[in-house]
């Protein structure tokens, strides 16, 4: 017995991030900083060196999304 997908399912476009993911296998010096990731032993200092800058990341583009057009310029003054 064959399976087969739903038609529905065939029409669908791969998501970005899985885009990108698949990326990655061409370049061999990167490490997947997804959720999830990086799936090897890592010291405790990486993850607390890279979690200001992500965390000011995620705040400046909240800030972004919700402020006025006036106040958006104001931010990178």
Request: charged content about 20%; glycine content about 4%.
């Amino acid at each position: 017995m064959a399976l087969s997908l739903n038609a529905r399912v065939l029409g669908l476009e791969t998501p970005g991030i899985r885009k990108f993911s698949n990326q990655l296998v061409h370049f061999p010096d990167t490490v997947n900083l997804t959720i999830g990731q990086p799936d090897f032993p890592h010291q405790h200092i990486l993850k607390k060196r890279l979690y200001r800058p992500f965390m000011r990341i995620i705040q400046v583009t909240l800030i972004m999304r919700d402020a006025k057009p006036e106040k958006r310029s104001a931010i990178f003054l």
